[in-house]
Each structure stands twice: as structure tokens, then as C-alpha cells.
């Protein structure tokens, strides 16, 4: 939920308005002049002279630094990490080793997937005509299962690209089976006719099964080829990875269905788990340690350009649009500012634990400036952050105090000191600063108004 830097909204008693003191001193400093009570010291009505300044409006929100992107790898199979090739804590280069896994179970799958499709491409030769249909029949429950264990899987997937790739991969490879599948049913059905020769309908069945074995023997050459971590973006290393959902092994899953995600690397096949253990305990993988498919191995964090992800509410969110300059305060650097610039702005919101609905706001950030002009350090992503949108501004403009703007009859107005009596005045209020709000009309610079204790005054009140 955004903190609006707007305390002193035009329709609101002159009661409610705060900052006076501050405010009241930004006009007298303006004009020159001396402010004016009414009667004694303890008067509560004060009178000052109308000026000119900028008017800035700015909204609070809260916000999070978020590195560009990052990636975790980890392990495709059960197996043992042999090799760590770069430390924690430093930078690499997009495909660059960074692990090996040794898997003697993907090997394994490897060499059995290895001889299931040699075995399938010799397959066919001296079979009747009455087994063909309880081959197909096999053939095609073992696929439909197989095609659904792996939807079930890609499902639980965390990360939606990958998610979305695989369960396409997983589509595309059970179209290609259904189509070899209804030719074979086809040539089956016209042998047991009579109409069509054996060999016709053992060679559809064949085409069946042996796409089905070459799917199998892709997925698992690709399950060892992904042994070999690389870093599928520059950045920084970290070890472990991030806390996400659970552990689901997709390569002995998606085996059986075929084929590695189209546009997915190999070192992300089997990335499903990206969960972690509990609070307290390193999850960083030693080497010579043993993973389990899904295991995060490392993550590699791209850093080189910073953003910030604001939370801004639905009341203010139209006021805030692209390339918007904004102020920054980090929790973890008191007294510094950075710079930030507004990137984009979502369309669909986001609700929040009590209710309210607020939209997010990327920002790319600057570097920061601690008091004394000295540079701040550069934050790391997660931290929490206060963004202080400048959503609107006037310069030179006829300003008051926002205390001496009140509500009379749905209009905003403010009292002006004429010959000595106070007469109401209709205003427009422009923008609204933290303690001044521009007037686009109704009083000029030197007219002089009461900008505190409005709410004590009367139509034709005698002010001295």
C-alpha cells in the first residue's frame, strides 16, 4: 500500500491540515514578511502574506530492490556434485561451466534408452496378425500415461516460462505420437480385414514405437549433457538457490513422453525443485555432495542493473507514468538518497493482505549519496527501500499553505484578509505539496490570508 505525500487533500477541514509551522515558514520566507496573529499572543488565528514558489507533489510508496534477472541450476538427476568450478561470490559469463554432476542413474537411462531404440528398430519382423493389436494397444496406454505424469509434473513447475515450455514440449511430442498412432491403428484394422499385407501394418506399428523410444533417448541424453551446469545468464554466483515450491524429477517423467522443452537449456531440464530446507540450515551443496533430481546446485544473479519494484495504490497509481524521476531511502543505508527512474507501470493489480488493491511500479535506480555528498554503497536485491514519486510539479507559482485551504458549500476556498474583515474566497487548487498547494485561482501573490485557525474564522470577522 502507497503512503501519499498529499496530507492535506483540498476537501478536508482547515482542521485536520498538519505542517502548519513548516509550511507557514516556506511562505514567510517567500514573501519577506512577518506573519500576523489576531489580538493577543494566544490567539489561535494567524494571517500571512500569499507568495510564490514550486510546488512539487510527491507519493511515498514502498518498495524492493530487484536484481534483473537470476537463475538457478540444478541438479537433472541423482547423482553426486564432482566439480565446482567457480566459488561463490563470483562473476561469470553467460555458458560458462560452473558444475559437473556424475549421475550414474541418468547413465544408466541413457544406455537402457540407448538399447530400447535399437530394439525398436529391429522390432517387426515375425509377428502375426493377431498380435498387432495387443501391441498397439500397449504401445498406446503406455504413452497416455506417460503424457500424463508428465503434464502433472511441468504443472508444479514454479518458474511460468519453463512451465509453459514444457507442457508445449509435452504437446507437440503427444500430437506427433497420436498421428503415428492412427496409422498404425489404421493399417492394423486393414490387415485384420484382409484388405492390406502384414508388412503394412507392422511398419506403422513400428513407426509408433520407434518415435516414442526417440523421444525417450533425447530426453535422456539431454538429462546427461545437463550434467555439465553453465550459466544460462552473466551475473554473480551464489550456492543453493532460491525458496520456492517442491521437488519433482521431470527427466524420468518426461522420458517416457519425449523430447527436451523447445527453447529451454539443458541445464534447466529437471529444475523443478527449487525449494530449499528450513531457516537456519545451509542449503549450499559441498563438492563431493550427494543432489537428488531437483536439488538447487547455484544460482547466478545478474546485478548490473539494479531496479526497484514499487507498490503504489490504486488512488494514486494515474497519477504515475514512465520516465517519472524519484527520490530513494534504503532501510539498510540511513541517510542516503539514490536516484530512480519510472520504467513501466503494470496493468493488473495486486491485493493486499488487508484488502486494498495497488498496481507495481518498475523503476530502474541510480546511484545514491549519502549526506555528506559522499557515493553509497550499492544495495543488493531484497532490500527494503521508500520510493518518493515527484508525480506533479509548478514552479513559480501562487502558493499557500495547505492549512489555509478548507471545504465551504463542495468548493475549496480560503480566507482573505480584506479591510481589516475576513471574506471567504473560492479557490482552484492545483497541485498539492507536502506543505504547500498551488492556487490557480481566487487569491494572487500578496494577498494576505489566515493560514492557521481557519476553522475559527467567520465571514466578515474582524482580524487585526
Known amino acids: 500500500m502507497s ?41 489561535p488565528v494567524t494571517v500571512a502574506e500569499v507568495g510564490r514558489a514550486e510546488v512539487a507533489e510527491v507519493i511515498d510508496a514502498p518498495a ?43 547413465q544408466d537411462r541413457l544406455r537402457q534408452a540407448r538399447e530400447a531404440l535399437r530394439a525398436v528398430k529391429r522390432a517387426g519382423r515375425g509377428v502375426g496378425a493377431g498380435d498387432l493389436g495387443g501391441r498397439l494397444r500397449g504401445t498406446d496406454q503406455a504413452a497416455a500415461e506417460a503424457f500424463d505424469a508428465a503434464r502433472r509434473a511441468a504443472g508444479k513447475i514454479g518458474d511460468p516460462q519453463l512451465r509453459s515450455a514444457l507442457l508445449l514440449q509435452v504437446e507437440s511430442a503427444q500430437r506427433q505420437y497420436e498421428s503415428a498412432a492412427r496409422a498404425a491403428d489404421r493399417a492394423v484394422a486393414a490387415v485384420q480385414r484382409g484388405l492390406a499385407g502384414l508388412n503394412s501394418a507392422v511398419g506403422a506399428l513400428s513407426t509408433a514405437q520407434r518415435l516414442q523410444a526417440q523421444q525417450a533417448y533425447d530426453l535422456a541424453k539431454a538429462t546427461v549433457d545437463a550434467l555439465t551446469l553453465r550459466a544460462p545468464i552473466a551475473g554473480v554466483v551464489q550456492p543453493g538457490g532460491t525458496r520456492a515450491g517442491g521437488s519433482t524429477d521431470l527427466s524420468a517423467l518426461l522420458g517416457a513422453a519425449g523430447g527436451a522443452a523447445a527453447g529451454v537449456g539443458p541445464s534447466a531440464v529437471g529444475s523443478a525443485g527449487q525449494g530449499g530446507p528450513p531457516p537456519g540450515v545451509d542449503d549450499a551443496v559441498p563438492q563431493g555432495g550427494r543432489v537428488t533430481a531437483g536439488t538447487p546446485v547455484l544460482t547466478v544473479v545478474d546485478t548490473a542493473q539494479l531496479g526497484l519494484l514499487a507498490e503504489v495504490d490504486e488512488t494514486d497509481v494515474l497519477l504515475v507514468r514512465a520516465g517519472l524521476t524519484a527520490a530513494v531511502e534504503l532501510d539498510a543505508v540511513t541517510g542516503a538518497s539514490y536516484d530512480a527512474t519510472v520504467r513501466s507501470v503494470d496493468l493488473l493489480p495486486t491485493t493486499s493482505a488487508r484488502g486494498g488493491v495497488s498496481y507495481r511500479v518498475r523503476l530502474s535506480l541510480g546511484a545514491g549519496r549519502l549526506g555528506e555528498g559522499e557515493p553509497a554503497p550499492a544495495p543488493r536485491p531484497g532490500m527494503n527501500a521508500v520510493v518518493h514519486l515527484r508525480v506533479r510539479a509548478a514552479t513559480d507559482a501562487v502558493a499557500v499553505p495547505a492549512s489555509a485551504v478548507f471545504s465551504a458549500d463542495g468548493r475549496d476556498a480560503v480566507w482573505v ?46 482580524l487585526r
Open 64 to 106: 524492493t530492490v530487484a536484481a534483473r534477472a537470476a537463475a538457478t541450476l540444478t541438479a537433472p538427476a541423482d547423482g553426486t556434485l564432482t566439480s565446482l568450478r567457480v566459488p561463490p561470490g563470483h562473476r561469470v559469463a553467460r555458458g560458462q561451466v560452473l558444475a559437473v554432476i556424475d549421475s550414474p542413474a541418468a
Open 417 to 462: 484578509l480584506r479591510d481589516g474583515h475576513a471574506d471567504r474566497v473560492p479557490v482552484t487548487v492545483g497541485v498539492q505539496g507536502q506543505d504547500l498547494v498551488q492556487i490557480v485561482d481566487g487569491v494572487q501573490a500578496g494577498d494576505r490570508v489566515v493560514v492557521r485557525g481557519a476553522d475559527q474564522v467567520h465571514d466578515g470577522q474582524e
Open 3 to 43: 503512503r501519499v505525500r498529499r496530507p492535506h487533500p483540498p476537501r478536508l477541514p482547515a482542521a485536520t491540515r498538519p505542517r502548519l509551522l513548516t509550511a507557514l515558514l516556506a511562505v514567510v520566507a517567500l514573501t519577506g514578511t512577518t506573519a500576523a496573529s489576531c489580538g493577543d499572543d494566544s490567539s
